[in-house]
Every structure is written in C-alpha cells, then in structure tokens.
Antibody, heavy 114, light 107 residues
Framework: EVQLVQSGAEVKKPGESLKISCKGS????????IGWVRQMPGKGLEWMGI????????RYSPSFQGQVTISADKSISTAYLQWSSLKASDTAMYYC???????WGQGTLVTVSS | DIQMTQSPSSLSASVGDRVTITCRAS??????LAWFQQKPGKAPKSLIY???SLQSGVPSKFSGSGSGTDFTLTISSLQPEDFATYYC?????????FGQGTKLEIK
C-alpha cells in the first residue's frame, strides 16, 4: 500500500527556519515525482514545487521560487520542504503529494506567529 | 505556466440531483487531468485521474471526460456526503496547477 506520511504540526516565530518531511512507502521512491501543495486558511490548493528523487530534478512554481527549498533523501525515502526565514504569511496546511497517481500525505499544519 | 479555470466557483444542488463542473486549461494538456474532492479539515481525496479513469474505491456516480483543454466532472444522484469542494489539477507540466475550486452546497 502506497503511503505518504508527513511530520507533525509546527509552531514557529517569524524569522525562524523550518524543515518538514514526507516519508514515502509502498512504492519505488526514486521512480516517481513527489511535490508539495500549500493550502492557506480558507483558500484553495497551490502547487509549490516538485522533485524527482531519482536524480533530484526540482521544479518550482513561480510564486514559490526562491521562497522555499525542496529536497529529497532517497536513502530514507523522504522528501523535504524547507524555509530559511518564516513569515506570518507562511501559516498554512502543507501537503505532500504524488500528482500522477493522486496519493497525498495527511498534511502538516505550520503556524507562524510572534 | 498552464492556468486552469474551473467553473462554477460555487454550486447549490439538492440530494438526488446530477451536477457538472467544468475545467479549462490555458493550453492543451492531453488527458493529464485529475479531479479531487476535499471536505473541511481533511486532505484532498483523488476521484479521477487521466481525465476519465476512476480511482480505486471511488463510486461510479463520479465520472470525468475531456481531452486537450476542456474537461468535465459529473456527479450523479447527489448524496449528503458528496457536498464538498472539488478541484481539477493538470499534471501535464510539472509542478502542476489546480483550478480555483468549486464548492458544492446543499440547496
């Protein structure tokens, strides 16, 4: 059974750094693209970016280029989403997902507040 | 970037009705189109992939059609559990883009 299991909720202050994770299982992690989707409170879904763990090819949506970093560690079948300096506007639910097959993680709620 | 325009943005219907949601891509995406259902506080659930293929376990009341730039999701015989927000998503060009969503409400 394919599963994407995300790390737990985070509460951070503006300016802090953060790295959240998504562990894939039940499939060949290096053979499929895996990406991150943002959902701000009460809003729709937005693709942030995506990575191919097999060769680390990474693509970002224009709105998120330079704002976050997506990476993957194929030795532990885990994808990451990272911020170097959080803002209050980064408060949202973040999902990892495989776009071609419709597999989603359970979501990680990130709250940024002073 | 490929833009996805979904309509309507909201829809009121009654139990037992049949409804259709449309999604238009700004350029051709072949059949690389998926549909998702999302209920409040839950992760999106995949309904349709490759424009018209039903995900395993999804009831046949959900159907998708289209190719190129124009796509539809049809839900027949609405039940209370079907009232939710629906999104289309293209995955022809990564990282992909979503439509803005259609909120299906009980009339």
């Amino acid at each position: 059974e394919v599963q994407l299991v995300q790390s737990g909720a985070e509460v951070k202050k503006p300016g802090e750094s953060l790295k959240i994770s998504c562990k894939g299982s039940g499939y060949s992690f290096t053979s499929y693209w895996i990406g991150w989707v943002r959902q701000m409170p009460g809003k729709g879904l937005e693709w942030m970016g995506i990575i191919y763990p097999g060769d680390s090819d990474t693509r970002y949506s224009p709105s998120f280029q330079g704002q976050v970093t997506i990476s993957a560690d194929k030795s532990i079948s885990t994808a990451y989403l990272q911020w170097s300096s959080l803002k209050a506007s980064d408060t949202a639910m973040y999902y990892c997902a495989r776009p071609e097959a419709g597999y989603w993680g359970q979501g990680t709620l990130v709250t940024v507040s002073s | 970037d490929i833009q996805m325009t979904q309509s309507p943005s909201s829809l009121s219907a009654s139990v037992g009705d049949r409804v259709t949601i449309t999604c238009r891509a700004s350029q051709g995406i072949s059949n690389y189109l998926a549909w998702f259902q999302q209920k409040p506080g839950k992760a999106p659930k995949s309904l349709i992939y490759a424009a018209s293929s039903l995900q395993s376990g999804v009831p046949s009341k959900f159907s998708g059609s289209g190719s190129g730039t124009d796509f539809t999701l049809t839900i027949s015989s609405l039940q209370p559990e079907d009232f939710a927000t629906y999104y289309c998503q293209q995955y022809n060009s990564y990282p992909g883009t979503f439509g803005q969503g259609t909120k299906l409400e009980i009339k």
